[in-house]
């Protein structure tokens, strides 16, 4: 029952998750909820890029692109 939780940046390709956390100030969170990016939502992973490049999530049928150090800070449970 008890499920594991992990950065962004773990999850697999195509993996799906749900946001559990969000690790940073008022104002990184902030921004991440003004994206959409917040606590209890499902997000997959489109696409990563090489070389430490950025991630393509998918969060409410919208796709956007979010930086290593960014994803590293959201914590989710794979589904």
Do not use: D, Y
Request: charged letters at 25%; a positive charge; one cysteine or more.
């Amino acid at each position: 029952m008890n499920k594991k939780t992990i950065p962004l940046t773990h999850l697999s390709l195509r993996g799906e998750a749900k946001i559990i956390e969000l690790v940073g100030g008022r104002g990184f969170q902030r921004r991440l909820r003004v994206m959409g990016v917040r606590e209890g939502q499902k997000i997959k992973v489109v696409s990563k890029q090489p070389f430490h490049g950025p991630l393509t999530v998918a969060i409410n049928g919208c796709q956007m692109t979010l930086g290593r150090g960014m994803a590293q800070r959201i914590i989710v449970e794979e589904l």
